[in-house]
């Protein structure tokens, strides 16, 4: 084996190691958090920031969310998240433009922010009662002859 032969090889390895490296994408992770004040918000920022891998973490006291991003896994976040004391559950809510009954059992959440529902899976709505699904249909914006009362 010469010297191009050796060359080479090491390009070669050094070549795939880098594609794994690149391989570990970033993810966000979101978690709904109990929060009170600033301090509690502190305090999860810190135990958030101190993960392996966690790049950014962004606190928003008003919503009760949290957000980490980097090369973290949900798990991991979620039970530093609960190890300091605070309820702490995975994001539950979605645009509720991308439901399909926003206004159907399990979607609706009062507590939500503005613009969003609850994430349900297509097992609730296939629950609905007919008398839940055609009110559903009656005032959805798909239906073109849906009711318009503004």
């Known amino acids: 084996m010469g010297v191009s032969g050796t060359l080479e090889f090491l390009s070669e390895l050094i070549g795939s190691t880098m594609k794994r490296k690149k391989l570990k994408q970033q993810r966000t992770v979101a978690l709904k958090v109990r929060m009170d004040c600033d301090g509690c918000a ?4 810190k135990a958030l920031s101190g993960l392996k891998g966690v790049k950014s973490v ?3 006291l008003k919503q009760q969310k949290v957000t980490v991003t980097g090369n973290v896994e949900e798990k ?3 039970a530093a998240a609960k190890a300091t004391k605070k309820a702490a559950e995975p994001w539950p809510y979605v645009p509720y433009n991308l439901v399909a009954h ?3 059992a399990g979607a609706y959440d009062k507590k939500a922010p503005p613009n969003f529902v609850r994430s349900v899976e297509d097992a609730a709505v296939a629950n609905m009662t007919p008398l839940e699904e055609q009110y559903t249909i009656m ?3 798909d239906n073109p002859h849906a009711c318009s009362i503004m």
């Open 102 to 104: 926003p206004y159907g």
């Open 139 to 141: 005032f959805s914006d």
């Open 42 to 45: 502190l305090k999860m920022k």
């Open 76 to 78: 991991k976040v979620l």
């Open 58 to 60: 962004e606190v928003d």
